[in-house]
């Protein structure tokens, strides 16, 4: 499954204008709402792919990173009321150190270890955020929202255009890290962390360059909550849902290439605003797991791995 | 004293020196003071019972493991606080006791990993990794799988790709733990040639081996480990016929 760079760069640009182009012509707010929640969750499960898939390093600490971003934002708008554009920089810049911290502190823990370790991270940040006065503690934070600029017409429409450029960013650093020598690195870990390190891999440092990476977008993903919410408490900042959406979205779509996470997450996250609207907001937790379930025992390579069988089988008869 | 190990002694510097190196398991000690050299080009064979240490040396020459007490020196750098990738970088090369692939990847890529984080990893033109790869595949006849997933493997072709993953990082020293074991005849044979003819290229071997035949008509010279100690040294034939040895291996 290789794609050329041209072919890449292209389909980001006709993503982009699509968004432009339906944010300009449809009048309906609400869908807009619901798509910024689905493209949000492009940015998590492709920055959680980049240790949890390439790696191998389940992490569960996703809503840390996302809840920091929010927080972040939070702060950048009550102390200097500082743009968007700004409150993304400084919220990823947080997070990737973040991601460093937390990844010299974790990255040698492994397996289920790690994924504990980082759960633990959430609880923790959560706690400090609780009793943290000046972000409103644990009743949250009202934020007003500035006048929308041009040429949109609507704060949320802005706000789900910037998510597709985030979106975009998110999967071309993917992509990056892929196909190039530290993707290949990065599989060398998750296959045999003793054989790459004896085979030259430095492997504690391409950890924590993912690991730091991946922290960032995380981040970044979650600074633009507090505007798209104009509210912010701390109980849904960091909720454990985004974990598990950021590491099931992956796992369903496949966690071996870059489209993996975004089929996983343009799928799983319009079932859930679906169920949400037309059922109820608790079932679309349910829909999650089982759908965590069915993948893992029936097509752990996730949809891009079934793809991957069906192209070889339609090869196979040809041949 | 052999004339061959007293070439060794003579020599200004050996390539690996170890000097009274140490390990310890909770109360256990794995290694006991054990010194070594072992001189560049040298075909150096590393015997001894189950459970005398021979995997713990190594895992302490190549990084895996941290020895507690003394010096492991590589052609005159003390390298024993390093870590492992950046003792592979040096030019200490390694195969595993249980082959170790990298399952996700081909034979092919297998042999990529050691080529662009050792070889090439300062390379600014990027060099043709993929044809390098594929020469040393085509020197230990295993080019034929250079495409087949490296989980598909038979029990030799694992071997013969982790000694060729090992020579893609370019050592100077490979250590070969127990590549022989669980092989057919024919199959020691190939192995050994493919070592044979690595040593010929100047690479020090240092070979961990059962299979006694193999070590002994492999090595120059011969360490026998026994419960964490060197118990004796010397040329093959001499090994053989150590009283010492002979207790370690059949407990008379």
Redesign the interface.
């Known amino acids: 499954m290789k794609t050329n760079g041209y072919g890449f760069w292209i389909g980001s640009a006709v993503v982009l204008a699509l968004a432009c182009i339906a944010a300009a012509t449809i009048k309906n707010e609400y869908y807009f709402f619901a798509a910024y929640i689905v493209v949000q969750f492009v940015v998590l499960a492709t920055a959680w792919n980049i240790l949890g898939g390439y790696a191998g390093y389940v992490n569960f600490g996703t809503s840390a990173f996302f809840g920091v971003g929010a927080y972040i934002a939070v702060m950048l708008i009550k102390w200097m009321n500082l743009p968007l554009g700004l409150q993304i920089v400084a919220a990823a810049c947080v997070g990737g150190a973040l991601g460093f911290a937390v990844g010299l502190l974790t990255l040698r823990l492994r397996g289920i270890f790690f994924s504990i370790a980082t759960v633990a991270v959430t609880i923790i940040l959560e706690t400090a955020v609780i009793n943290w006065r000046f972000v409103g503690g644990a009743t949250g934070v009202q934020i007003l929202r500035p006048p929308v600029m041009e040429p949109f017409d609507s704060y949320t429409k802005m706000l789900f255009v910037c998510a597709v450029i985030l979106a975009i960013i998110a999967v071309a650093i993917a992509r990056y890290i892929e196909t190039s020598?530290i993707g290949?690195?990065l599989?060398?870990i998750?296959?045999?962390e003793?054989?790459?390190?004896?085979?030259?891999?430095?492997?504690?440092k391409l950890k924590l360059a993912a690991c730091a990476i991946s922290g960032a977008l995380m981040s970044a993903a979650g600074a633009p909550l507090a505007m798209y919410q104009s509210f912010v408490e701390p109980a849904s900042a960091f909720n454990l849902t985004y974990s598990v959406s950021a590491l099931a979205m992956p796992i369903i779509g496949g966690t071996?290439h870059w489209i993996g996470p975004v089929i996983g997450a343009l799928l799983l996250g319009t079932v859930q605003q679906v169920v949400t609207v037309t059922i109820s907001s608790e079932l679309n937790v349910l829909v999650v797991g089982v759908l965590l379930v069915v993948f893992v025992v029936g097509a752990p390579q996730g949809i891009v791995g079934l793809f991957v069988k069906l192209r070889e089988k339609i090869k196979g008869k040809n041949i | 004293m052999t004339e061959w190990s007293f070439d060794v002694q003579t020599m200004t510097e050996p390539l690996l020196k170890i000097t009274s190196v140490t390990k310890r398991f909770g109360g256990f000690t794995a290694l006991d003071g054990v010194n070594l050299a072992v001189a560049q080009g040298e075909r150096f064979g590393l015997i001894g019972p189950n459970g005398s240490g021979k995997t713990t040396l190594i895992n302490c020459i190549?990084?895996?493991l941290r020895n507690e007490g003394g010096s492991i020196q590589f052609s005159g750098e003390e390298v024993s606080k390093l870590?492992?990738?950046q003792r592979?970088?040096r030019g200490i090369?390694?195969s595993?006791q249980i082959p170790?692939?990298?399952?996700?990847?081909t034979v092919l890529?297998n042999l990529?990993?050691?080529l662009?984080?050792?070889a090439h990893?300062n390379s600014l033109l990027r060099p043709d990794t993929r044809a390098e790869a594929m020469e040393i595949l085509q020197s230990i006849s295993l080019a034929d799988k250079a495409g087949t997933p490296s989980n598909q493997l038979s029990q030799v072709e694992l071997r013969k790709m982790e000694l060729a993953?090992?020579m893609?990082?370019r050592p100077r020293l490979l250590i070969s733990d127990e590549a022989m074991a669980g092989l057919s005849g024919n199959e020691i044979d190939e192995v050994l040639g493919i070592l044979f003819k690595l040593n010929e290229t100047g690479i020090t071997i240092i070979m961990i081996e059962h299979i006694m035949q193999a070590v002994m008509r492999f090595s120059q010279r011969v360490v026998c480990l026994d419960a964490g100690k060197i118990i004796c040294e010397g040329t093959p034939t001499t090994i053989v016929a150590n009283a010492d040895v002979q207790r370690a291996y059949l407990g008379a």
């Open positions: 020598w290949r690195g599989r060398a998750r296959d045999n003793e054989a790459a390190e004896c085979t030259g891999v430095p492997t504690l071996s | 190549s990084g895996a870590p492992a990738y592979t970088r090369a390694r595993f170790r692939p990298f399952t996700s990847m890529e990529l990993v050691p662009e984080f050792v990893r993953r090992a893609a990082a």
